[in-house]
C-alpha cells in the first residue's frame, strides 16, 4: 500500500486526491444523466456552477467537523488543519455544506431544492464509495484490530499503522465502500420511478445512517459525542428525521395534480 500515485520531484499527487477527481468526473456525468431523467433543465455550465459551490463548501465543512471533534490536537498543532492529505475529513460535516452549497444552487438557477437534491444524490454515493477507496489506499477511516482472515496490516507510516503498529486491522473503509456502492445502485434504479420531491435525498440519508451505523462498531478512528459515538448518534437522527419524513409524506408516490390542469 503506497498513498503516493506518482511524484516529481517535489510535486505528488496522492491516490487520496485522485479518488475525489474522479469522483468530481464521474459524478458531473451521474448528474447530468440524473437530470435528464428527472426533467430537470440544467446545462452543463448550470452542473459545473453547481459544483463550484457544493464541493468546496462539502470538504470545507467536512474539515471543520472533523477538526472540532480533535480540537485538543489541532489547538496545539494548528499546522496540521489544513493538511487534508493525512485524513481528517468527515462525511457528516461534509453533508452539511453539501446541504448548504445545494440550497445556495437552488436559489441561483431557481431550481426546486429537493428536486435538485435527488438528482445529485446518486453521484454523492458513487463519490462516498469511491472516497472510502481513497482512505483505504491513503491508510486512513481505519477499523479496529481483527483476527479475521482479510485483517489489514497498515504501514507504519500510515495513519492506521501509527494507531495500531504490526495489528490486522478491519478494513472498516472498504466496509463502508461496498455499502456507499449498494446505496448508488439503489438510488439508480429508482430514479426511473416517478416520485415525490424529496425521495430519492430521503432515501439517501435513511440508508447511508444504515450502512454507517454498524460500520462505526470497528471504526478505530471514531470520533466521540461523550461517551456516544457522534455517527452513531447521527445516524439515529437521520433515520428518525428522513425515515419519518419518506413513510409520512409517501415520497415514492407521485403527487396528484391540481385540478383545472
Known amino acids: 500500500m503506497y498513498p503516493v500515485f506518482v511524484r516529481i520531484g517535489p510535486f505528488e499527487i496522492r491516490y487520496y486526491g485522485l479518488m475525489y477527481v474522479i469522483s468530481f468526473i464521474l459524478g458531473y456525468f451521474v448528474v447530468r444523466a440524473m437530470a435528464r431523467r428527472k426533467g430537470l433543465t440544467l446545462r452543463s455550465e448550470d452542473i459545473l456552477d453547481i459544483f463550484l459551490v457544493t464541493i468546496p463548501l462539502g470538504i470545507i465543512f467536512a474539515r471543520l467537523y472533523y477538526v472540532a471533534f480533535n480540537w485538543d490536537f489541532y489547538r496545539v498543532n494548528p499546522w496540521e488543519i489544513p493538511a487534508v492529505w493525512h485524513g481528517g475529513l468527515a462525511i457528516h ?51 479496529t484490530p481483527t483476527s479475521l ?46 416520485a415525490r420531491p424529496g425521495f430519492l435525498a430521503a432515501l439517501y440519508f435513511v440508508l447511508y445512517a444504515l450502512v454507517r451505523f454498524p460500520c462505526e462498531f470497528v471504526r ?32 415514492w408516490r407521485v403527487a396528484p395534480k391540481a385540478r383545472g390542469h
Do not use: C
Not at 438528482?119 to 472516497?131: I, K, N
Not at 455517527?231 to 437521520?238: E, G, N, P
Not at 433515520?239 to 409524506?249: D, P
Open 220 to 251: 478505530g478512528d471514531a470520533l466521540w459525542l461523550g461517551p456516544f459515538r457522534a455517527a452513531q448518534v447521527v445516524s439515529v437522527l437521520l433515520i428518525l428525521g428522513f425515515g419519518s419524513w419518506l413513510l409520512l409524506g409517501r415520497l
Open 93 to 143: 460535516g461534509g453533508l452539511l455544506g453539501g446541504v448548504l452549497g445545494l440550497f445556495i444552487s437552488s436559489r441561483w438557477k431557481k431550481v426546486g431544492f429537493w428536486a435538485l437534491a435527488d438528482v445529485v444524490v446518486p453521484a454523492l454515493a458513487l463519490g462516498q464509495t469511491l472516497g472510502r477507496i481513497g482512505n483505504f489506499l491513503n491508510g486512513d477511516a481505519f477499523g
Open 149 to 194: 482472515p482479510w485483517g489489514i496490516v497498515f504501514p507504519l507510516d500510515s495513519p492506521a499503522g501509527m494507531a495500531y503498529p504490526g495489528q490486522p486491522l478491519h478494513p472498516a473503509m472498504l466496509y463502508e465502500a461496498l455499502g456507499n456502492f449498494l446505496i448508488f445502485l439503489v438510488l439508480w434504479r429508482l430514479s426511473r420511478r416517478p
